[in-house]
């Protein structure tokens, strides 16, 4: 059964500090791994890896993907109380059609 | 722009009864896909519409329906209320069925006592 994995599924953090969120997955015709940052409602759009090792970066937000090993990476640096929210990792099929998500990583950041 | 608008925000239903929720996708996308996220969970697929017919369909049983318009707007219908249906129902338009880049709505809250 295809799936996406999280870790970790939640993280309280300080300001200005630095963490890693991970995703692993076992997909069949995968096609792109996609970030998405939840803060209530509506996910909204971070990053999307098609390739294997090219680093996607927004301002303090990086991504990478590894599909030899199944997994991908998202960074934050000099974090803030602003990047309080639940990120979402989720695969793309070949075919096209749907999203399979991760359970998602709280980050909490803390003054 | 309008992005994607979702409608009801909110909702409470009694257990056995039917709810119809609402997307209108983003201007100019045409696929329209229906996402159920129960508390502490990730989204999961219920389905996809296209040109006004069921594309690809999750692993949610036959209570859960949709139709999408001419106009590609959807409704996704739930009938026989379950206490496990309560969740953030989120509505995601693309364009095309192939494209990853989904746009989310703010979704609908449905809560079943």
């Known amino acids: 059964e295809d799936k996406v994995v999280q870790s970790p599924l939640s993280l309280v953090v300080h300001e200005g500090d630095t963490v890693t969120l991970n995703c692993s997955y076992e997909v069949t015709n995968f096609r792109s791994l996609l970030w998405y940052k939840q803060e209530k409602k509506a996910p909204t759009f971070l990053f999307m890896l098609?390739?294997?090792?090219i680093e996607k970066k927004s301002g303090r937000l990086s991504s990478i993907l590894d599909k030899k090993e199944l997994f991908s990476i998202l960074n934050i640096t000099a974090t803030q109380t602003g990047d309080s929210a639940v990120y979402l990792c989720a695969v793309f099929y070949n075919q096209g059609g749907k999203l399979i998500f991760g359970q998602g990583t709280e980050l909490s950041v803390k003054p | 722009d309008a992005g994607v608008t979702q409608s009801p925000t909110h909702l409470i239903k009694t257990r056995g009864q039917q709810v119809t929720l609402r997307c209108s996708p983003k201007?100019?996308?045409?696929?329209v896909s229906w996402y159920q996220q129960a508390l502490g969970q990730g989204p999961q697929f219920i389905f996809q519409?296209?040109?006004?017919?069921?594309?690809q369909r999750g692993n949610f049983p036959d209570r859960f329906s949709g139709h999408q318009f001419p106009n590609y707007s959807s409704e996704l219908n739930v009938n026989a209320l379950l206490l496990g249906d309560s969740a953030l129902y989120l509505c995601?338009?693309?364009?095309?069925?192939?494209?990853?880049?989904?746009?989310f709505g703010q979704g609908t809250r449905l809560t079943v006592v």
């Open positions: 519409y296209y040109e006004e017919e069921e594309r």
């Open positions: 201007s100019g996308h045409d696929t």
């Open positions: 098609t390739s294997s090792g």
């Open positions: 995601a338009s693309s364009l095309g069925t192939a494209s990853p880049h989904a746009f």
